[in-house]
């Protein structure tokens, strides 16, 4: 069984930083392109970050310059640094893989201004 389990959100002032984990079990991220998606109040999921088990990675326009998506492979476990939080970054994000479609259970993120 595939569980995808997020941890690390919470509330942060404009400007600060937070770094968001995926810990996986009964899947190995390192052989799969792992996704991080959020979803603000009122607006569709969107992707945000992903990397590919090739280490290739791929940013929203919104987030260059900005998040950095990496993976321990060793503990299983995909991140998502976020660093120069915008109060536009407040949502909840989620860890999706396209193999087998699975999603984690979300964790928020809340940047005040």
């Known amino acids: 069984q595939v569980q995808l389990v997020e941890s690390g959100g919470g509330l942060v002032q404009a400007g600060g930083s937070l770094r968001l984990s995926c810990a996986a079990s009964?899947?190995?991220?390192?052989?799969?392109?792992m996704v991080w998606y959020r979803q603000a109040p009122g607006k569709l999921r969107e992707s945000v970050a992903s990397?590919?088990?090739?280490?290739?990675?791929n940013y929203a326009d919104s987030v260059k310059g900005r998040f950095t998506i990496s993976r321990d492979n060793a503990k299983n476990t995909v991140y998502l640094q976020m660093n120069s939080l915008k109060p536009e970054d407040t949502a909840v994000y989620y860890c999706?893989?396209?193999?087998?479609?699975?999603w984690g259970q979300g964790t928020q993120v809340t940047v005040s201004s």
């Open positions: 999706f893989t396209p193999w087998g479609n699975y």
């Open positions: 990397i590919t088990s090739s280490s290739n990675t």
């Open positions: 009964g899947i190995i991220v390192s052989s799969n392109r």
